[in-house]
């Protein structure tokens, strides 16, 4: 159980003229040093807010409908990694299978459209794994093979099993894809609502989103969802969802590498993204969610999104994600064997079982972006800090305040350590500060490790736990900082009075 992180109180924000700069050496510990030099750059924090937070449920998890039909999926160690990332976080249950799995509680025999059969039994076992993690659940049920009344009747087992776990009921997977809504896009509000009426009337109160879009947050498919819906009396949907991964596998035409992932192009369609998503939101007065997202679509890149790389992109775009105003970054993975066959393993996933056998037993091993998702439990939770980065291209900067007063400064370098040194920055902190200590995440072999990574000097065990990091403390006495980040590496500094 991973529920160590604390802070410690401090007073108000009191800047003073007195400052101590400290230094990060290569080595990854920090220690005092001499004032930062005039050409030293400098990332100011303001003491005001952006009027967005990081929470316990921004990063989250996703896998695949077809997923519940596995044997070991609720049975193995699955709770424990997701104990380990968040105290209560949600696992949306959705992608393509939502709408090529079936569902009955009758024992009918499946249609021959069908790759496998989610019954009574598989919720749960559901709901076992999500309460012995603290997690909730978004529940994907088909809608490309119309039936509302065995939708219906899904989420009322669901809601029996879940209880309070059910966080919502997503209708259908990317539905702008569906090639009767791009024939007639009309009809989909209309599919939509006869949904709603019919899970509403099986199962009273339960939430739903809409509408898991394929496309861009602003399309014309999703701004006719969002009409229909405004002139309802109120919402049908609690949140609204769409999906987004910033690149493209080769398999599917793209030539995705690390440079690019990391590069400025990505970070700023993200932030993009994010945008769009918020505005389409706000227009109904709701939350925006990516239900769904990774590195690379269409199941990943080898080399890409399964190596060390994709641990310093997740932090950033997790934190990016969230400061721009979305309510939930969700990875998208499997519990699938390393390594089988696309599509139902991805290079991206988190989490995935190193023999066949694991897999039927459900025992998992953490892969290089669990370790992205797993330095978010030190970052902690509350509202974005303001601030100035002249350095953002190598060094990716956010300050998170805290409810007791600390303060956590992120500083995430994706350069590549091969061929790029450490960079020095100077935190002007907003705000005077005692004492910090620090967290690394690094990894041994460079941005394309894919054994070696290390969270505060500990590594994920085969049971999904990690140790309590090891952390350097050192003074501050005053209100400025001097850090040097090495490449390739973030950095986790929690400044407290």
């Keep these: 159980m991973r529920r160590y992180f604390s802070f410690r109180q401090r007073p108000g924000r009191l800047a003073v003229a007195a400052a101590l700069a400290v230094t990060l050496p290569a080595a990854g ?24 937070s990081f929470a316990e449920a921004s990063a989250g998890l996703s896998f695949e409908a077809d997923d ?53 039994a598989s919720l749960t076992a559901l709901a076992g794994l999500v309460k012995a993690s603290g997690w909730k659940v978004i529940l994907g049920v088909n809608l490309k093979e119309y039936d509302a009344a065995r939708a219906a009747n899904e989420i009322e087992y669901a809601e029996r099993d879940l209880g309070s776990s059910l966080e919502a009921v997503e209708i259908g997977n990317e539905p702008d894809l569906y090639s009767q809504y791009k024939s007639d896009p009309a009809q989909y509000p209309v599919d939509f609502a006869s949904y709603v009426t019919a899970i509403e009337q099986a199962a009273p109160g339960v939430q739903i989103e809409g509408t898991d879009l394929g496309g861009a947050p ?60 918020v505005a389409a939101a706000d227009q109904l007065k709701l939350p925006a969610v990516i239900d769904e997202g990774n590195s690379v679509v269409c199941e990943g890149q080898a080399g890409v999104s399964n190596v060390y790389a994709s641990a310093l992109w997740e932090i950033d775009d997790q934190l990016v994600m969230a400061r721009d105003g979305v309510a939930g970054d969700y990875m998208h993975g499997t519990v699938e064997q390393c390594g089988s066959a696309k599509p139902l393993y991805m290079y991206y996933t ?43 291209a190598d060094v990716r900067a956010y300050a998170v305040e805290h409810t007791n007063g600390t303060m956590t400064v992120v500083l995430d370098d994706v350069d590549n350590p091969s061929t790029t040194g450490s960079t020095t920055v100077q935190l002007d902190l907003g705000a005077s500060y005692a004492s910090a200590s620090q967290v690394s995440l690094t990894a041994s072999g460079g941005l394309t490790a894919t054994s070696g990574i290390t969270l505060g000097g500990k590594t994920v065990g085969s049971n999904g736990t990690i140790a309590a990091p090891t952390t350097s403390s050192f003074n501050v006495g005053g209100d400025t900082a001097t850090v040097t980040v090495p490449a390739g590496s973030a950095q986790i500094i929690t400044f407290t009075s």
Excluded: M
Aim: net charge negative.
């Design 29 to 52: 510990l920090l220690a005092a040093a001499s004032p930062a030099s005039a050409a030293t750059s400098v990332i100011t924090i303001s003491p005001t807010t952006t009027g967005t």
């Design 68 to 120: 519940l039909t596995l044997p070991g999926f609720a049975s193995g160690d699955l709770a424990t990694y997701l104990d380990t990332l968040s105290s209560s976080s949600v696992l949306r249950i959705g992608g393509n299978t939502v709408d090529e799995t079936f569902w009955t509680s009758s024992g009918e025999t499946a249609p021959s459209w069908s790759i496998g059969t989610i019954t009574p």
């Design 218 to 277: 602003n399309s014309s498919f999703q701004q006719a969802f969002i009409t229909a819906q405004n002139k309802l009396a109120t919402p049908a949907v609690s949140e609204l969802t769409s999906h987004y991964y910033p690149l493209t596998a080769s398999t599917c035409g793209g030539s995705p590498t690390i440079a690019e992932l990391l590069g400025t192009s990505v970070r700023n369609a993200e932030s993009t993204e994010a945008g769009e998503a």
């Design 350 to 392: 988190p989490l995935c079982a190193p023999t066949a056998a694991d897999a039927s037993a459900g025992l998992l091993a953490a892969q290089p972006e669990y370790y992205g998702l797993a330095a978010l439990h030190d970052v902690g939770t509350g509202e974005f800090l303001n601030l100035s980065n002249p350095v953002w």
